[in-house]
């Protein structure tokens, strides 16, 4: 059984950081391709950030390009998701997402395994 958990939500300034953890179990980190969702209130859930299992390849979204950087340390069997100056808009629930895909995915679908969310919120 694959267990997927997040960590590292709260309470950030707009122009300011916050970084969120990923670890997924099960298997060895490496064995995962990793996608980052987010879902605000009343919105449909919407891609953020995917990183192969080798970490050599990284997608984002075009609303968090330049601001948002992904990483992964599979010796930690942790990947990370750098928020950078944020913006009240990116107050949401963020979602860490795993599945064994040879390439990351943008589309939730494509993931099997799925942690509880944690929740991002950005004062102005």
């Known amino acids: 059984q694959v267990q997927v958990v997040e960590s590292g939500g709260g309470l950030g300034q707009a122009g300011g950081s916050l970084r969120l953890s990923c670890a997924a179990s099960?298997?060895?980190?490496?064995?995962?391709?990793i996608g980052w969702f987010r879902q605000a209130p009343g919105k449909e859930r919407e891609f953020v950030a995917a990183i192969s299992r080798s970490g050599g390849t990284i997608y984002y979204a075009d609303s968090v390009k330049g601001r948002f950087i992904v990483s992964r340390d599979n010796a930690k069997n942790t990947v990370y998701l750098q928020m950078n100056s944020l913006k009240p808009e990116d107050t949401a629930v963020y979602y860490c997402?795993?599945?064994?895909?040879?390439?990351?995915?943008?589309?939730?679908?494509?993931?099997?395994?799925w942690g509880q969310g944690t929740q991002v919120t950005v004062s102005s």
């Open positions: 099960g298997r060895t980190s490496s064995s995962y391709a």
């Open positions: 997402a795993a599945d064994s895909l040879l390439i990351p995915a943008t589309i939730p679908e494509r993931y099997a395994y």
